[in-house]
């Protein structure tokens, strides 16, 4: 089991930066991929980042890819979303979650475990 807390979210002005944490409790963390997600209201949940159990992989939608930054640091189970140069379209409630395997993926179905969620606002 693994339960996880995401913190960091906040109010901030477009073109400013946030660094959003998640951090895990369970053993395991270290074994698994992990993702960060974000819902606005009315959308369906979008992959933004993806990390291996390791952390020399990532990857980035093009939406996201030069703005956003996913690492982690598995002797302290927590993984971070930094972003940079936000815009008013990434306003959104922002959830990490973990995969049961190895490899991260971009698709929510694939993901074991979530957090509950933290609000990202950007205004214009």
């Known amino acids: 089991q693994v339960q996880l807390v995401e913190s960091g979210g906040g109010l901030v002005q477009a073109g400013g930066s946030l660094r959003l944490s998640c951090a895990a409790s369970?053993?395991?963390?270290?074994?698994?991929?992990m993702g960060w997600f974000r819902q606005a209201p009315g959308k369906e949940r979008e992959f933004v980042a993806g990390?291996?159990?390791?952390?020399?992989?990532?990857y980035y939608p093009d939406s996201v890819k030069g703005r956003f930054t996913i690492s982690r640091a598995n002797a302290k189970n927590t993984a971070y979303l930094q972003m940079n140069s936000l815009k008013p379209e990434d306003t959104a409630v922002y959830y990490c979650?973990?995969?049961?395997?190895?490899?991260?993926?971009?698709?929510?179905?694939?993901?074991?475990?979530w957090g509950q969620g933290t609000q990202v606002t950007v205004s214009s």
């Open positions: 369970g053993r395991t963390f270290s074994s698994y991929a």
């Open positions: 990390i291996n159990y390791s952390g020399d992989t990532t």
């Open positions: 979650a973990v995969r049961g395997v190895r490899y991260y993926s971009t698709l929510p179905d694939d993901y074991r475990y």
